[in-house]
């Protein structure tokens, strides 16, 4: 699987802060604990109605408290799968889907998504979402530990989604890059971790994981690496 990608991290960097600066979401489950809320309040009273399927996800992890990506972020990989000609992405903890929803809506009709999550609950809510947006020939929805089933896949992916638990984060490094092509993302959500990456001393085990995570990526040749304050955080990397 050989494609070209044609956007440099600063192109990336420029249609993403357009993207930040013109899009929004106004469910108390987007809050950002990074932006400032009077732009948050005005990036949400821009943002469009979701389409029933989206808004039902929503809906549910407003109920449940349940953590998804959001309206934004989910924009965001969608727009970057599309940059790139995405047709493989593999996601390191899926929920029940929302984010899956997102990637697939932007792949090819014989392109694929691979889901993890430990709960075979969220896999069976996740695949009636994904029936009801008539999704469900390209998503592979696996029950398990993201890691295990990531070591476990031949390389060639165009993106790797992250979003595992956050004492994990380091150990994703070398499974995301091994399994990327060559112009391939790596993109991790939280990577800000409601801004406790930035406090002085040490902090709890979570917030030490995501800010060794963003060292890792940023020290690494292989690697052309961005974080974008969406949210709680996403960093973008872009395998060379």
């Not at 971790?193 to 040490?202: I, N, P, Q």
Request: aromatic share 10%; with cysteine.
């Amino acid at each position: 699987m050989r494609y070209f990608f044609s956007c440099s991290v600063i192109d990336l960097m420029s249609m993403l802060l357009k993207l930040y600066l013109f899009s929004g979401r106004g469910m108390a489950y987007c809050t950002s604990m990074i932006v400032e809320p009077r732009i948050e309040a005005y990036i949400a009273a821009l943002w469009a109605s979701p389409d029933p399927v989206l808004a039902a996800m929503e809906a549910l992890a407003e109920r449940r408290r349940f953590p998804i990506v959001g309206r934004h972020t989910g924009t965001l990989l969608g727009l970057l799968a599309r940059c790139i000609g995405a047709r493989t992405v593999i996601e390191l903890g899926s929920g029940y889907g929302y984010s899956a929803v997102w990637f697939a809506r932007a792949l090819p009709e014989d392109g694929k998504v691979i889901c993890s999550d430990l709960s075979a609950d969220n896999r069976d809510l996740a695949m009636g979402y994904f029936r009801t947006a008539g999704l469900e020939s390209r998503i592979d929805f696996r029950v398990g530990d993201g890691l295990a089933i990531a070591r476990e896949q031949a390389p060639g992916f165009d993106i790797v989604f992250n979003d595992i638990d956050k004492e994990d984060y380091p150990a994703s490094v070398e499974v995301a890059v091994r399994l990327l092509r060559s112009g391939g993302l790596f993109i991790t959500d939280n990577t800000l971790w409601k801004g406790k990456v930035a406090d002085d001393g040490r902090g709890d085990k979570p917030t030490e994981a995501v800010r060794e995570f963003n060292k890792l990526v940023f020290a690494r040749p292989d690697l052309e690496s961005v974080i974008f304050p969406i949210r709680d955080g996403v960093t973008v990397c872009r395998k060379k």
